[in-house]
């Protein structure tokens, strides 16, 4: 079975300092792995993905994410926050069943605040 | 040109309502899917469509059926409306061994 963790709710940091999202994945298969970004009442947007490549990924608008299988962890991290990152986020596993698709399993989401 | 596309946007309806909601997508893709999001943001997938056959069908009220004429197109049909079902729903799309899906923006459905 496939679970994800985001393991805060709510996330505030300034304008101009790093951000981090925490997600936790638990999959019985190789799992892709994705972060989507939810602006206020709009849909939903890829920012990057884990196919088994690269762990470290970089996706869109500054952000990147570790795949880290130790920890079974994929944080989320840009180094410097903009207003324009105030949103919710949602961590994502897929199962990889020998290449093809699942659905996907969303975590609870983490609301980011950017203070100016 | 969106690549997925859902109407309405937004649809506010009486309990007891019957209502549809469309999504097209003109990506080529061979998968499609509709996913809820409740009042707490939480997704959840709902249906599974690939190449107009059922694939995922989770534990959803028969009130809700889609409907895939072909594979650019998975609308869902609701019967007798409940306060309930009030939610955004959103349709996706993706392509075997693509990994990512493709969402549309959402329809905000309200019963009251």
């Known amino acids: 079975a496939q679970s994800v963790t985001q393991l805060d709710s709510h996330v505030s940091v300034s304008e101009g300092t790093p951000v981090l999202l925490r997600c936790n994945y638990s999959?019985?298969?190789?799992?892709?792995l994705f972060w989507y970004v939810q602006h206020p009442n709009k849909g939903l947007q890829l920012l990057l993905k884990y196919t088994s490549a690269a762990t470290l990924v970089k996706g869109i608008n500054g952000f990147e994410a570790e795949f880290k299988k130790s920890e079974t962890s994929f944080h989320l991290t840009k180094p410097s926050a903009h207003m324009s990152d105030a949103a919710e986020y949602f961590c994502v596993v897929s199962p990889n069943y020998g290449g093809s698709q699942g659905n996907l399993i969303f975590g609870k989401g983490t609301k980011l605040s950017v203070k100016p | 040109d969106t690549a997925v596309s859902q109407t309405p946007k937004y649809l506010v309806t009486q309990m007891g309502n019957d209502k549809s909601i469309k999504c097209e997508q003109n990506l080529g893709h061979d998968t499609m899917y509709w996913y809820k999001q409740d009042s707490k943001k939480f997704l959840k997938i709902m249906f599974s469509?690939?190449?107009?056959?059922?694939?995922i069908n989770e534990t959803v009220p028969n009130r809700f059926s889609p409907k895939s004429p072909d594979k650019a197109h998975l609308n869902l049909h609701i019967n007798s409306l409940e306060l309930g079902d009030s939610a955004v729903y959103f349709c996706?799309?993706?392509?075997?061994?693509?990994?990512?899906?493709?969402f549309g923006s959402g329809t905000r459905l309200t019963v009251v």
């Open positions: 469509y690939n190449n107009k056959e059922l694939i």
């Open positions: 996706a799309s993706s392509q075997i061994d693509q990994y990512g899906y493709t």
């Open positions: 999959s019985s298969y190789s799992p892709s």
